[in-house]
């Protein structure tokens, strides 16, 4: 699976953005699409994940209520949207698809597909 993801690249504090990944094939065979995201100096959080086949969300507590993570109905591109932006979500943003089950599907595992990731700058 490869994933490219797109998307304007700065925005000013309490604006809007959304992130789009293309994903090279269907989603047989995946069981979550997510966004991630890795600010200097950290480690890479996942934000956002989708469940393929259930209508299921989760999303972390930084970003609850002000990002949506979305696809469209074929299911080949995933988009983040992001509202009332603030300077700490600058990070470079990764969009991702997972193959396996897990207790806790903002955490990743060494068997999941990641796009090559996007800089998104808030001033």
């Known amino acids: 699976v490869q994933l490219v993801e797109s998307g304007v690249g700065s925005v000013q504090s309490g604006g809007s953005m959304t992130l789009s990944c293309a994903v090279s094939r269907n989603n047989v065979g995946l069981v979550y699409l997510a966004w991630a995201r890795q600010r200097q100096g950290e480690e890479r959080e996942g934000v956002a994940t989708?469940?393929?086949?259930?209508?299921?969300?989760w999303y972390a507590d930084s970003v609850k209520g002000r990002f949506t993570i979305s696809r469209n109905d074929a299911g080949n591109t995933i988009y983040l949207q992001m509202n009332d932006l603030k300077p700490e979500d600058s990070a470079v943003y990764y969009c991702?698809?997972?193959?396996?089950?897990?207790?806790?599907?903002?955490?990743?595992?060494?068997?999941?597909?990641w796009g090559q990731g996007t800089q998104v700058t808030v001033s």
């Open positions: 991702a698809a997972a193959p396996g089950y897990r207790s806790n599907p903002l955490k990743f595992l060494p068997s999941d597909y």
């Open positions: 989708m469940h393929v086949r259930h209508r299921d969300w």
